[in-house]
């Protein structure tokens, strides 16, 4: 499996020395001293090129950076600003200088442009900015490009819906773009992302909100989150990438009319809080789609979780409910542990998919996987370690699934919360060679999060059948037979899909109990979308 995750996880601290003097530019008067200039702002844009420079990514975090030079600009109809490296044309203040500034204050029909090759941060703290024909904040040139969100403070970028220069969104850099910080930052994306650049986008604070009529934050090169609480809203994708998306940590709300997060090469997700709760297809990699663990929350109108070349789940949680297919790679699928639960649709999609050029496998090794979906089932392959089961019939929504051993002992008990026509089951309840049963209806007297019971017991139901375990996949039932059982769940009540309760810590080895399968992670951070769509006039807050 090819990773890249290079520079886009945490590197080690490293302090970067900046260069005492400007960057030459034909057109600004450096400022020499720190007294304060105050500029009276015309109504206009300068025309600016984009540069082609591209800045070597040196560090992921600006808290250990040595800053030689700072600054503070204050925005009004009269901008005023001390420090070296400032120059205003209009409502245009430009940075020739490295260093931190502090910006405050409202800019209307303005931007703040970075022209420089060396680090600079700009440190919001209360700043509304708008432009009608261009972006919000252009980094044209810089070695990094860092956004502080100061703490306690609400910062907006809107821009225009057609542009005067090179840009592709209200916040754009053409070098890597690191955003840190605990404040807040609303970004509106009229012409096209929200947040865009050329190189690495790095996020590891800040409460960001994205609304934006094409992508939410869009990049040529590889996205990485790390922290920070991520809202968007966008006509096309919530995250793209020309390139690798790497999630570790942080809290990702998103409604999307295409993709939930698109990679055009690899996504990894090895932590953090997604919840897709509108999307085409929730989470697409073009290569290798990689879960090592965090908890993703998908609802998509196609595919919940798709990939070109391979899937692979070593950890983490995924809860979906979909049309197309739940897991759906191109090529290989390996499932070595995590918690995984998918409804997708009863059609000709499959709860689980593999490539279907011949020569792909799907191997389980560990983990729990309840996915519901068309009568689609796949071969499972007989290198797996551990057993699987294909439950096979027509099951109505809300229909309550046993599946116990010979001595009677519950194995796991689940409801559907969709119509489907086949059940992949599998974990490491089930005993290669040992003998299991099927029952549907019934009651149960446990808790239920998600379609899936803990504690409590089974009163039974009609029996579908039996079965031997195999590392290759079991079949019980029969594909097409209609109607098993009924609906139930102890108290005449729809099984709910809950709210996350806990402590946010994932179950060992993608383990749950064998009466149940346990609570899931919690969620963290402080989400205020939570709500996904249910059949119904049911709701479901999360």
Request: proline share 2%; hydrophobic share 30%.
């Amino acid at each position: 499996m090819r990773k890249k995750l290079g520079s886009y996880l945490i590197s080690s601290a490293i302090i970067v020395s900046l260069m005492l003097t400007g960057c030459s530019n034909n057109n600004a008067e450096v400022n020499e001293s720190n007294t304060e200039v105050i500029v009276t702002t015309k109504d206009s844009n300068s025309a600016i090129e984009a540069s082609s420079t591209k800045a070597v990514n040196t560090s992921t975090s600006s808290e250990n950076l040595v800053f030689s030079n700072s600054g503070t600009i204050t925005l009004s109809e009269t901008i005023s600003f001390t420090g070296n490296g400032i120059t205003v044309d209009g409502s245009t203040v430009t940075i020739t200088k490295g260093g931190d500034y502090t910006i405050s204050g409202e800019l209307t029909n303005g931007m703040i442009v970075v022209d420089c090759s060396e680090n600079v941060q700009l440190s919001l703290d209360g700043v509304r900015i708008t432009n009608s024909d261009g972006p919000a904040i252009y980094f044209q040139n810089a070695k990094n490009a860092y956004i502080n969100i100061l703490d306690g403070t609400n910062n907006e970028l809107v821009d225009g819906s057609e542009y005067s220069i090179d840009a592709k969104g209200t916040l754009f850099s053409n070098d890597t773009l690191v955003i840190n910080g605990t404040g807040k930052l609303n970004v509106t994306g009229n012409y096209k992302h929200g947040i865009a650049g050329d190189d690495d986008i790095l996020i590891n604070g800040g409460v960001l909100t994205v609304t934006a009529v094409k992508d939410g934050i869009h990049t040529n090169d590889n996205i990485t989150v790390s922290g920070g609480e991520i809202n968007i809203n966008s006509t096309s994708d919530g995250f793209e990438s020309e390139t690798d998306i790497v999630i570790n940590g942080g809290v990702m709300n998103i409604s999307a009319g295409d993709d939930g997060i698109h990679a055009t090469t690899d996504l990894t997700i090895n932590g953090g809080t997604i919840n897709v709760n509108k999307s085409n297809e929730g989470l697409e990699a073009k290569n290798i789609l990689t879960v090592n663990g965090g908890s993703s929350r998908v609802m998509a109108e196609d595919d919940a979780l798709n990939t070109g070349n391979e899937l692979i789940m070593n950890g983490g949680y995924i809860y979906a409910e979909c049309e197309g297919d739940g897991l759906d790679s191109n090529g290989n699928m390996t499932i070595n542990g995590g918690i995984c639960v998918v409804y997708s649709g009863n059609n000709a999609n499959g709860p689980i998919d593999i490539g279907d050029n011949g020569g792909y496998t799907c191997i389980i090794n560990g983990g729990t996987i309840i996915a519901s979906g068309g009568n689609m089932p796949i071969s499972i392959s007989d290198k797996s370690t551990q057993s699987s089961v294909w439950i096979n019939g027509q099951l109505e929504k809300d229909t309550l699934v046993n599946i116990q051993d010979a001595n009677g002992n519950e194995v796991n008990s689940f409801t559907i919360i969709k119509s489907c026509s086949s059940i992949f089951y599998s974990s490491s309840g089930l005993k290669n060679g040992e003998s299991y049963s099927v029952f549907t209806g019934g009651s149960h007297s446990g808790t239920v999060t998600d379609g899936i019971y803990s504690g409590g017991a089974y009163t039974a139901g009609t029996s579908l059948g039996s079965f031997t375990a195999s590392n290759s996949s079991s079949n019980v039932g029969e594909a097409g037979f209609g109607g098993f059982g009924g609906k139930g769940n102890g108290n005449g009540n729809r099984p709910g899909r809950g709210q996350f309760n806990g402590n946010g810590e994932m179950p060992q080895n993608g383990e749950f109990p064998q009466n149940g399968m346990g609570e899931p992670p919690a969620m963290n951070g402080s989400n205020s979308m939570r709500e996904f769509p249910a059949e119904g006039n049911d709701t479901i807050n999360y």
